[in-house]
Nanobody, 130 residues
Framework: QVQLVESGGGLVQLGGSLTVSCKGS??????????MGWFRQAPGKQREGVSC????????YYTDSVKGRFTMSRGFGENTMYLQMNSLQPEDTAVYYC?????????????????????WGQGAQVSVTS
């Protein structure tokens, strides 16, 4: 059974930092083989693609609102992906999800296509207080 499990969410003050982790299990290959993405959904809003990375295609993408503040990385050999979030703002408050695109598509220099991601974690709540 394939599974992605997020952890590390929580409550943080304005301008603070937080790292959310995503651990994969049951996949035939290490997460580094796949295109991986981070998404978020705030209350009353649509899901938003935050960041994605495809090692084979050499693509890393960040949505404009997080550029320079968020960094997506992988723990090689750990089957784990991370989203380091700095200078957090109240508008970053959301449930953060990691996802995998088995097809190798979904992550582009111009953006993320969420419908190309086929495996999703359960989400981790990140709340930023002012």
């Amino acid at each position: 059974q394939v599974q992605l499990v997020e952890s590390g969410g929580g409550l943080v003050q304005l301008g603070g930092s937080l790292t959310v982790s995503c651990k994969g299990s049951g996949f035939p290959l290490d997460l580094d083989y796949y295109c991986m993405g981070w998404f978020r959904q705030a209350p009353g809003k649509q899901r938003e693609g935050v960041s994605c990375h495809c090692t084979k295609a050499g693509i890393t993408y960040y949505t404009d609102s997080v550029k320079g503040r968020f960094t997506m990385s992988r723990g090689f050999g750990e089957n784990t992906m991370y989203l380091q979030m700095n200078s957090l703002q109240p508008e970053d408050t959301a449930v953060y999800y990691c996802a995998r695109a088995d097809s190798g598509y979904g992550c582009y220099h111009s953006g993320i296509r969420g419908n190309q991601f086929d495996s999703w974690g359960q989400g981790a709540q990140v709340s930023v207080t002012s």
